[in-house]
């Protein structure tokens, strides 16, 4: 499988995920100036692109067209070659008269634990968890999930969102590779304890007011789940309804949202954690009145960040259009990277990616004119 | 026998279509396809075996579904998508 090769090393990279494709933004040495490069995959729905952590070169693209299956792309080198998975991730086939399921999208990638190189994870629509143990070239079922006798209570109609409900959110404690979390938009936040073979929900204290009972076990829209490296007992969760972080002891999530302004609300898709400071994480509100224009409030786009874990917020959007401003990031298109000061990147539907390089405190576009956004990661890459 | 493949599937078969493949059930010319071309049936054909939405085969001219029909070696196959949205 060919696409033109990304070739950058040595270097902070944004790996852009589009509607039609993917790009990658280049820094120069001071995070002011970018390269962009692309498109790769063109004409392909991209849902993530995401470059391993733990060896700096392997990187895998979820991947479809509007008319194909879906299916894995990885690379060794960083995107000079492509290979396609093999087995990319499949539900397992249905009995005689069993209705089995399909995988429409693979929508979400995780890179394994430290210990368990070349392990990646990732979740689909509908809602599914696949493992790969080869860097991405073949994909397993989680049967623990995926063939649970509760899965089909706990993600109900399995359609909360608009192209399909999404398994998103994987997120592996650093300290125990068998300890993991999982966030679905039709479903809510599970832990699993055994690296995936059995999962209860942890949704206590988060609402769902679409629901009958609006504080239920399961059936939650969560959006996105973020969890500090140097905390990993504690859990951040942007919600369909609100803004919530969990301290894991506790077992009971918390409405930080509470702590907006009430004019702005606590809605949106992505919640980013800081690398270093675990109480400090940014957001990015968009309007939740009414019929949910999921924009930015009054066209007049700002990120929110708390630096005390969510007991006060403080707007930031110098540098950002001041009105007509009708942003839309979706959950995994803000990102942060690890360098001192913090970057904060975030990219919008209408197809701009906007910077930070000073946490937040002001914000440049560095690219616009790109299809609709679904994904930016930040990474650093090795020579 | 001979297959043509639609556009979106020939980064698969070097941008060449027609091919060759052969098989004496659908079923069967498509796990020869996927020998020949790998990756190609899982873009076509589902985890469960239903051709994919958009997804068109057609064997002398006749739209078929089922992966069970008999195929002659001397059998036209067309593989086609029905594209649409922006």
């Known amino acids: 499988m060919s696409s033109s090769s990304i070739s950058t090393s040595g270097a902070l990279v944004l790996y852009v995920a589009t509607r039609k494709g993917a790009w990658t933004l280049t820094a120069r040495a001071d995070r002011r100036e970018w390269a962009i490069d692309g498109p790769h995959f063109l004409g392909h729905i991209v849902h993530h692109m995401v470059l391993d952590p733990r060896d700096g070169h392997t990187l895998v693209v979820a991947a479809r067209t509007g008319h194909l299956g879906p299916t894995v792309f990885h690379s060794a080198d960083a995107g000079r070659n492509w290979k396609e998975a093999s087995r990319p991730p499949a539900f397992r086939k249905a009995a005689e008269g069993e209705k089995g399921l399909v995988v429409n999208q693979v929508f979400w990638l995780t890179p394994g634990h430290a210990s368990e190189p070349g392990v990646w994870w990732a979740g689909t629509s509908p809602q599914g968890l696949f493992r790969s143990p080869d860097g991405g070239e073949t994909w397993d079922t989680v049967s623990g999930f995926n063939d649970h006798p509760m899965r089909q209570k706990w993600v109900g109609l399995d359609e909360g969102t608009p192209d399909g409900a999404k398994l998103h959110s994987i997120l592996i404690d650093p300290r125990d590779p068998r300890h993991m979390y999982i966030g679905m938009s039709d479903g809510g936040v599970f832990e699993s304890i055994d690296q995936g073979a059995d999962w209860k929900p942890l949704n206590a204290g988060c609402r769902a007011d679409f629901m009958p009972d609006p504080y239920p076990e399961y059936g939650h829209d969560t959006h996105c789940v973020a969890m500090p490296a140097l905390d990993p007992d504690l859990l951040y969760q942007q919600n369909h309804c609100g803004l919530y972080r969990m301290r894991r002891a506790e077992e009971r999530w918390e409405r930080i949202g509470d702590n907006m302004p009430r004019e702005i609300g606590d809605i949106g898709f992505p919640v980013v954690v800081h690398p270093r400071e675990p109480d400090t994480a940014w957001t990015f509100p968009m309007d939740g009145t009414e019929v949910w224009p999921r924009v930015s409030p009054e066209g007049k786009p700002a990120v929110y960040v708390t630096r005390d874990g969510g007991k006060t917020f403080t707007r930031l959007d110098r540098g950002l259009p001041r009105s007509q401003a009708w942003f839309t990031v979706l959950r995994q298109a803000m990102t942060a990277d690890a360098r001192d000061p913090v970057g904060v990147y975030f990219g919008t539907t209408a197809g701009e990616v906007w910077a930070s390089d000073d946490e937040g405190d002001s914000w440049t576009c560095i690219a616009r004119h790109l299809p609709q956004i679904y994904a930016v990661e930040a990474a650093e890459l090795n020579r | ?86």
């Open chain 2, 1 to 86: 026998m001979k297959v043509l493949i639609a556009t979106p599937l020939r980064s698969y078969t070097s941008h060449q279509s027609p091919v060759e493949a052969e098989g004496a059930t659908l079923a069967d010319l498509l796990a020869d396809l996927d020998r020949r071309y790998p990756g190609i049936r899982f873009r076509m054909i589902d985890e469960q075996d239903q051709i994919r939405p958009h997804m068109r085969v057609f064997v002398n001219g006749e739209q078929v579904r089922d992966l069970g029909t008999s195929l002659q070696p001397a059998d036209d196959v067309q593989i086609l998508q029905s594209l649409s949205g922006g």
